[in-house]
Structures are given as C-alpha cells and as structure tokens.
C-alpha cells in the first residue's frame, strides 16, 4: 500500500517511515511536516492512505483532513496522535476518516493501516475504551449513533441484533431480505470497528442509557 505520513515531528516521522517499509507492506511515497503538507501531498500523490498527526503548525490534521475529503471523499484517513482529546476524536469520526490511534500504541499502527485498506474503520485500544465516554448526548437516555455515521435504519438493527435475532428474524421484523440485513451488519460491524455480533450487542448495551 502506499502512504503519506505528515508529522511535524521529525523523529516519528522517520522513524514511522523506516518501521512501516521494512514490513514490506508499505511504501511511504511522501512525508511532510504540517497540514498544508498534507493538502499538497495529497494531491500530488494519491495515496491509499493518509497517515496524519493532528496537532501541526500552519494548519492541523483535522483541517487538512477536511480539505482531502472535499477533494476526495473516498480518502482513507488515518490519524496518529498523542492526544486522546473526546473533541478530537468526534471531529474525526464526523468528517468520517478511517482511524483514530495513539502513538503509544506504537505496535497497532501496522495493523491499523491494513485494516484501513482492507475498508475498516480502526480504533486504538485507548480509543475504543473511551467510546462510551462520549457517545450519549448530554447525559441523556439514548446514544447518539449519529456522532458513530450511524443511520437510522443500522440503528433499528443494532438493536434488533441485541435481542438476540438472527438475520431471517430481523428481516421479518423490519421488512428487509436476510441478504440486506447481511450486508447492513457488515457495513453497521465496520463502522463502528467491531468485530462480530456479539461485540455489537455488547456495545448497544453498554450505550443504551
């Protein structure tokens, strides 16, 4: 796959670059060192994935993520950071990039960046744990899936999964073929960096208010 990876810090930015190649996965066709960077290599480079730090002089990760997802809205954005800030993370999922890690979590980067390829959306293991810090709306009753791209519909069967319906039972219920709520689960399991079932019932329990 081929990367850019902007970092205003040298070290980790040559030290990202030396780790990720020697994998032979990666090929990292660009680096820079602020958001506008970012912008330009972007677009001079087409990469598969866009490896962005967040905090950066001229102009953040966030804003440059911005401008790629107008230029391209099937970017692949992955951001490495040091700061585990809810905002951050919640501007991050709205503007709809693919990850959201820390840069302790020096090990997962890899993988991560395979997963994103591979069309998922990755969190790191201090992310996912904090998802349910932020998910409700100010204290309420229900969570707010649409901070997570949920629509209404995934919404109607994330909970019907939580009851325990197989596929065949939640199509009878909402009135969609086994094959749509197949697909829906898939797309419901990617967006919200699950793996399975039962890891979506768990979360909607654990969200429910």
């Known amino acids: 796959m081929k990367i850019i990876i902007v970092d205003d810090d040298k070290i980790v930015e040559s030290s990202l670059k030396t780790i990720l ?3 032979g996965a990666v090929t990292v066709v660009a680096t820079g060192s602020n958001g506008r960077d970012a912008v330009e290599l972007y677009r001079a480079h087409a990469p ?6 967040i905090q950066m002089p001229e102009m953040t990760g966030l804003a440059a993520a911005s401008e790629i997802l107008v230029q391209d809205p099937a970017a ?3 951001f490495l950071t040091t700061f585990a800030d ?3 993370i919640i501007q991050a999922l709205n503007m709809g990039a693919k990850g959201y890690i820390l840069k302790q979590d020096f090990e997962g980067i890899l993988p991560a960046l395979r997963a994103v390829m591979a069309g998922q959306t990755v969190f790191g293991r201090d992310i996912v744990s ?4 932020f998910v409700h709306v100010g204290g ?3 969570a707010n899936y649409r901070l997570l791209g949920i629509t209404e519909k995934e919404e109607e069967i994330i909970e019907q999964v939580a009851k325990g319906l197989n596929n065949k039972e939640i199509g009878q219920v909402l009135f969609l073929s086994e094959g749509t709520v197949r697909n829906y689960i898939s797309i419901i399991l990617e967006k919200l960096g699950l793996r399975d079932r039962t890891q979506l019932a768990i979360f909607y329990h654990t969200n429910k208010g």
């Open 76 to 78: 692949k954005i992955l």
């Open 48 to 53: 598969d994935i866009a490896l962005l730090d």
């Open 130 to 133: 904090r998802l349910t810090t």
């Open 86 to 88: 809810n905002e951050y």
């Open 21 to 23: 190649e020697a994998s």
């Open 140 to 142: 309420g009753e229900k």
